[in-house]
């Protein structure tokens, strides 16, 4: 595996997410390629860590003082053995290339776990809606997808949401979409209801974190209900993981954004959520604002330098990092541990680091990685595209049914490759190994390409 990892080092030497991302897939296949050859003289990993296509462009467009200003824009078209490209699109200012691939890398194998013919994608740009008027954040769409367009299509590229990419942005995206090819169709996932949406989809992600916590649980023949717990971030994953954890029983006592964190010892019921989703969907404000409502809740102003984040330093039993990658360090995985916690159902993408996984595995607590636990969003996506491809709607109930059955085998999926490989319980083997050899076992039956 050192191979891999140098070829990497070597080709992308300054992309450390997409190292760190690839180290751990590696990692977790050996046993894997050891037991079949086959694999390694076929070039697998090889291919698998090359992207098919990257697709990388200038975005102009004018601010609301006529000022031009230029962002960039990437698409990176990671893997398709099993399925047209699929993954979101992050507009955030830390986006560079190394995020996207990483994002897009695991995109691929969270795709094979979900069953559905899906391969693996990622997009977005550097740029940040936040603090952006309704027409800035409109003409930026346009101009990214006035370049997109070329390369997305319902048999070729399903784009869909991801941080900073919300019903608003997809709204946008679309209408500039179906105007330059001419054509109403799936190309997007993530549409609002009443154009070709998929009821659940904005829920699934944040439902689906919590089904799989709930399958873990159910091994140590536990529920859900009466656990106190840790959520991070305020956006889309955030809001529906609380609501999902409060309809099953659970106490949900922080949330946090970009500026600092808020703890609620009596719980985040109902109405704090609904004022939270207003808070957050429609007034595009900041997390603060809940402590000057709520004042038994406490607000803390992020300290980037501290080395930890306070907002894991709490007594609690589960927690749901749902916010961005890397932001549980080896630091907060102890303080974690220390407070109890033994359930981790990862809502974003790669929010441990490698340490901190580490810790979470020597401890032998329950920990599902991103690419398992938070699989149910473009799971739905998927249910989006066969609703729209039938002309059909499905009810709420029956993709919530349908959500809650693909988690239900992602987690079986998981556990039993983590048994087969020796390392019965490890979620992040599991989940490796199970799409791996999904995506794999196509790309042999399709040759070299
Ligand atoms: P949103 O943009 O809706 O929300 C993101 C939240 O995380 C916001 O509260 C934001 O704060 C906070 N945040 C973003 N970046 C940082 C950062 N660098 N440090 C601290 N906080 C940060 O995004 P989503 O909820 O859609 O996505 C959250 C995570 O879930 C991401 O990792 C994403 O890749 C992953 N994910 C999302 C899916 C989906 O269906 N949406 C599917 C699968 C995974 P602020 O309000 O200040 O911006």
């Known amino acids: 595996m050192d191979i891999i990892i140098d070829i990497v080092n070597t080709r992308d030497p300054f992309e450390k997410e997409f190292h760190q991302a690839v180290t751990e897939v590696a990692k977790s296949v050996k046993p894997v390629l050891d037991k079949n050859p086959e694999y390694r003289h076929a070039g697998i990993v090889e291919r698998m860590i090359e992207p098919e296509r990257m697709i990388q462009f200038r975005i102009p467009w004018v601010d609301d003082r006529g000022i031009v200003r230029v962002n960039r824009g990437f698409r990176i078209q990671m893997n398709s053995a099993i399925g047209p490209y699929k993954g979101g699109l992050r507009f955030h200012p830390s986006v560079n290339l190394s995020i996207m691939k990483f994002l897009a890398f695991e995109q691929t194998f969270k ?3 979900t069953t559905l013919p899906i391969g693996g994608g990622k997009g977005g ?5 936040k603090g952006k008027s309704d027409n800035e954040v409109m003409r930026f769409c346009q101009s990214f997808m006035s370049e997109l367009f070329r390369h997305i299509g319902p048999d070729t590229d399903i784009p869909a949401g991801d941080i900073g990419v919300g019903a608003r942005e997809i709204g946008y995206l679309f209408g500039m979409c179906k105007k330059l090819k001419n054509e109403f169709t799936s190309v997007l996932t993530g549409k609002s209801l009443n154009w070709g949406g998929s009821l659940i989809r904005p829920e699934a992600t944040g439902y689906g974190a919590v089904f799989f916590a709930k399958e873990m649980l159910a091994t140590r023949k ?11 971030g305020s956006g ?9 954890l409060n309809q099953m029983g659970a106490k949900v006592v922080v949330l946090s954004d970009t500026s600092g964190y808020i703890y609620d ?10 004022y939270v989703m207003y808070l957050k969907n429609v007034k595009r404000g900041r997390i603060k604002e809940y402590a000057q409502k709520y004042p038994e809740s406490v607000y803390t102003a992020r300290n980037a330098g501290s080395g930890h984040n306070p907002l894991w330093n709490h007594k609690a039993d589960c927690a749901f990092p ?8 080896a630091k907060d995985a102890q303080n974690l541990i220390n407070n109890g916690v033994y359930v981790v159902s990862e809502g974003a993408n790669m929010p441990t680091t490698p340490e901190g996984v580490d810790i979470f595995l020597d401890n032998k607590i329950l920990y599902a990685p991103g690419k398992a636990a938070n699989a149910g969003g473009v799971a739905v996506s998927g249910l989006e595209m066969s609703q729209n491809a039938m002309k059909i709607k499905w009810p709420r109930e029956e993709v919530e049914t349908k959500l809650m059955a693909i988690m239900k085998s992602i987690h079986e999926a998981c556990l039993s490759a983590s048994q ?7 979620y992040v083997n599991g989940a490796n190994i199970a799409g791996f050899i999904k995506v794999a076992d196509a790309m042999m039956d399709q040759g070299v390409v």
Not at 222 to 232: A, D, F, R
Not at 322 to 329: D, G, P, V
């Open 125 to 129: 740009s550097d740029f940040d809606p």
């Open 420 to 426: 087969e490989y020796g390392t019965p319980g490890n």
């Open 236 to 244: 889309n994953v955030a809001q529906y993981t609380v609501e999902k």
């Open 322 to 329: 749902s916010a961005t990658q890397n932001e549980i360090n």
């Open 111 to 113: 795709n094979a776990l």
């Open 265 to 274: 010892e009596k719980g985040i019921d109902e109405a704090k959520l609904q």
């Open 222 to 232: 536990e529920s859900i209900t009466g656990k106190v717990c840790l959520v991070s």
